[in-house]
């Protein structure tokens, strides 16, 4: 990732979500999204996760674990193997196990909101233990957007 994009490993901000200034970090290079350690900010009310990566930046955007709560995702480069299910499992974690979801054309809602989902990570669909597709996660909707938008129509 360095060679690939020599910026990440640049010390740069660490931000809350209103873009107040908390402390700064050796380079966006290394943490993840949904990360809690090494983040080395305290005396904050309640612990802080990666919510966001701004690699041109150089920051990292913190937050309270309920920030990370993601509803739904689009998904970019999809491989479906199988037939034309709509209700599927899916796993964005390659440990965890699949959760349950709706594929609306390229878009998945998730059935309940989904922690540490993030763009560019793989997005694997399954019917029980059978395969059925994947592609790439190219960008999240977090559950508060996902309200205000329901709020909307």
Do not use: C
């Amino acid at each position: 990732m360095q060679r690939l994009r020599p910026e990440t490993i640049a010390a740069g901000e660490i931000v809350d979500l209103q873009g107040k200034v908390l402390g700064s970090h050796r380079g966006v290079v290394h943490f993840t999204v949904g990360q809690r350690r090494g983040i080395e900010v305290g005396g904050q009310k309640e612990p802080l996760y990666v919510v966001r990566i701004e690699p041109e930046q150089q920051r990292l955007v913190v937050g309270p674990r309920r920030a990370l709560a993601v509803d739904s995702m689009r998904i970019e480069e999809m491989n479906w193997i199988a037939e034309d299910q709509t209700d599927v499992g899916v796993k964005v974690r390659s440990l965890a196990p699949p959760v349950p979801a709706t594929i609306l054309g390229d878009r998945v809602q998730f059935a309940g909101a989904e922690y540490g989902v993030a763009p560019g990570q793989a997005a694997v669909f399954y019917d029980g233990t059978r395969l059925l597709g994947g592609g790439w996660i190219a960008e999240t909707t977090s559950v508060a957007e996902g309200a205000l938008d329901a709020a909307a129509a």
